[in-house]
């Protein structure tokens, strides 16, 4: 623990030391490893006695700050602040085959994690649990693929007409086979999450799930039986206007094609066309880094985590659930898990009315468990011009800045070992960005929040100037803030606008006088799609 503590990098202390939280993270991969790779089971006792050493000594002799991970969740009001300011304000560009698709997926996933309380690596592919899988199997390709796909695909998810409590409506079902610890599970012990298409109280479509859903996988050509969305909007009118109730409460199922039966809904930008898909789900890791940016873009200083949706979604069911369905709900196995690692500093209780004895309040203790306490509408997306001044002028920045340039000068002379310069030079870039990161944390933390009545959504940002160019964007940022239901005909406006841009290459719609021409500009230049 010693050594690590002294060769490994934290992120949350300013001397760069890892906090206990991390060490003791290791400390518990170090007992699995032993106990999986040479079925040995570290004591107990010896367990207690590192703990309590790494607690005093260790802390003492590395100079361990007492700093821990933020434990505020990502509550609704958050998720609303996020998902508007995606859809009405973000104008950040994707990357990708079909650069848009991109912002769907990030709002689908984001329902998905919020709406199931599902891990990262649950909904996304994580490396470590795929590399885990293939060392329990063969290594034919075979083996390698069906570990690959340690993500949410289109088998696990189940599209019915139904009725429920008097209307006929959509519901899909979403099986969480990759729940940790899954392998000990029977079938039956794994949690099934149950959505559908309208809610008991008028919400915004961009908190339904099935607005993100049936795009994507109309995009994908994923429906067995339809062309389209609009296709299954017509048929559940047309069943709402001629069935009558009866015992039999599912009316039908809305296959998928088997071909896409293992496909990940959620792919690398490389192969959002499914047709070119090899089975690979986009990176855990490449959707933290998307969501914490987004997170930035809106307005909160820390970075937005996945784990801050679970903390939340945990919480809530807390209030409302038996702690059977708690359990069942977060896919637990032990009771006090909750409690050690979800449950809040900020307690249930409101000690002032309860001695009291008056009406207590709610209000205050759920807004100072959101993230949103901290949440800033003017946070800095750059440094200030002279906090960036004053960072380029700083010796390691100088020194990295020639670094760069002197291989930028050897890469154009060089023939043979070109990749290694390419590779050190990329190295070196990165670096510089964590500095600059880390410089703009700083800012960030120091500066100050203007409390006044103009809020984000009333200053411009630059989606203001250039939606009237993006025509399926633009009608979107108008409708998906609006409370109406998804088989209305605004809902089908926007469901139609979600599916154009899944499969679109290019966001911008050009006039007729500068549209390409034959993948170039009128100058002859090419344009990167």
Same mark, same amino acid.
């Given at each position: 623990?010693?050594?690590?503590?002294?060769?490994?990098?934290?992120?949350?202390?300013?001397?760069?030391?890892?906090?206990?939280?991390? $060490?003791?993270?290791?400390?518990?991969?170090?007992?699995?490893?032993?106990?999986?790779?040479?079925?040995?089971?570290?004591?107990?006792?010896?367990?207690?006695?590192?703990?309590?050493?790494? #607690?005093?000594?260790?802390?003492?002799?590395?100079?361990?700050?007492?700093?821990?991970?933020?434990?505020?969740?990502?509550?609704?009001?958050?998720?609303?602040?996020?998902?508007?300011? $995606?859809?009405?304000?973000?104008?950040?560009?994707?990357?990708?085959?079909?650069?848009?698709?991109?912002?769907?997926?990030?709002?689908?996933?984001?329902? $998905?994690?919020?709406?199931?309380?599902?891990?990262?690596?649950?909904?996304?592919?994580?490396?470590?649990?795929?590399?885990?899988?293939?060392?329990?199997?063969?290594?034919?390709?075979? #083996?390698?693929?069906?570990?690959?796909?340690?993500?949410?695909?289109?088998?696990?998810?189940?599209?019915?007409?139904?009725?429920?409590?008097?209307?006929?409506?959509?519901?899909?079902?979403?099986?969480?086979?990759?729940?940790?610890?899954?392998?000990?599970?029977?079938?039956?012990?794994?949690?099934?999450?149950?959505?559908?298409?309208?809610?008991?109280?008028?919400?915004?479509? @961009?908190?339904?799930? $099935?607005?993100?859903?049936?795009?994507?996988?109309?995009?994908?050509?994923? @429906?067995?039986?339809?062309?389209?969305?609009?296709?299954? @909007?017509?048929?559940?009118?047309?069943?709402s206007s001629t069935l009558q109730e009866g015992e039999h409460k599912t009316i039908g199922t809305i296959y998928f094609r088997p071909d896409v039966l293992d496909k990940p809904l959620f792919r690398p930008r490389d192969e959002q066309a499914i047709n070119t898909s090899t089975g690979r789900a986009r990176g855990a890791d490449a959707f933290g880094k998307m969501f914490a940016a987004l997170g930035h873009q809106a307005g909160y200083p820390d970075n937005i985590t996945v784990r801050a949706c679970r903390r939340a979604a945990l919480m809530e069911t807390d209030k409302k659930y038996s702690e059977t369905a708690r359990m069942k709900f977060s896919g637990h196995i032990k009771r006090d898990t909750f409690g050690k690692s979800y449950a809040h500093r900020v307690v249930e209780v409101d000690g002032a009315a309860t001695f009291l004895g008056i009406g207590s309040r709610r209000g205050h203790i759920e807004n100072h468990r959101s993230m949103g306490v901290r949440r800033n509408p003017h946070l800095y997306q750059a440094l200030p011009a002279r906090a960036d001044l004053e960072f380029q002028e700083r010796k390691d920045v100088v020194q990295l800045d020639t670094e760069i340039r002197l291989m930028q000068k050897r890469l154009v002379l060089a023939e043979e070992d070109a990749k290694t310069i390419q590779l050190h030079r990329r190295r070196l870039e990165n670096q510089r960005q964590r500095l600059y990161v880390d410089e703009l944390s700083r800012i960030r933390r120091e500066q100050p929040r203007l409390v006044g009545l103009q809020s984000i959504s009333d200053k411009p940002t630059a989606f203001h100037y250039t939606r009237k160019a993006m025509p399926e964007r633009n009608l979107l940022a108008g409708i998906l803030p609006d409370t109406v239901e998804l088989r209305s005909s605004t809902g089908r406006m926007a469901i139609r606008a979600l599916e154009a841009i899944c499969s679109q290459e290019v966001s911008v719609c050009y006039i007729s006088s500068l549209a390409p021409i034959d993948g170039k500009c009128i100058c002859g230049e090419s344009i990167e799609k």
């Open positions: 623990m010693e050594f690590l503590g002294r060769n490994i990098r934290g992120r949350l202390s300013e001397n760069k030391v890892p906090v206990l939280s991390t $060490l003791d993270g290791m400390r518990r991969d170090l007992d699995a490893g032993f106990a999986r790779r040479r079925n040995y089971h570290v004591p107990e006792y010896v367990s207690t006695t590192v703990k309590e050493w790494m #607690k005093k000594d260790l802390k003492r002799l590395l100079k361990i700050p007492d700093i821990q991970m933020s434990k505020d969740g990502f509550y609704h009001n958050d998720l609303k602040i996020v998902q508007k300011h $995606l859809w009405c304000h973000d104008s950040f560009e994707y990357r990708g085959q079909y650069p848009e698709r991109t912002r769907v997926e990030l709002s689908a996933s984001m329902l $998905l994690y919020c709406f199931t309380s599902a891990r990262t690596g649950e909904v996304h592919e994580s490396t470590a649990r795929r590399t885990s899988a293939r060392e329990r199997g063969d290594t034919d390709l075979a #083996k390698h693929m069906s570990a690959a796909v340690m993500a949410a695909c289109y088998k696990h998810f189940r599209l019915t007409i139904e009725w429920i409590e008097g209307e006929i409506m959509l519901c899909l079902d979403y099986d969480r086979d990759y729940t940790k610890g899954s392998w000990r599970m029977q079938l039956s012990e794994l949690p099934t999450h149950g959505f559908y298409e309208k809610y008991t109280e008028k919400t915004p479509l @961009f908190l339904n799930l $099935l607005t993100f859903f049936l795009p994507l996988a109309s995009a994908d050509q994923a @429906f067995r039986d339809y062309e389209s969305v609009d296709e299954i @909007f017509d048929e559940v009118d047309l069943l």
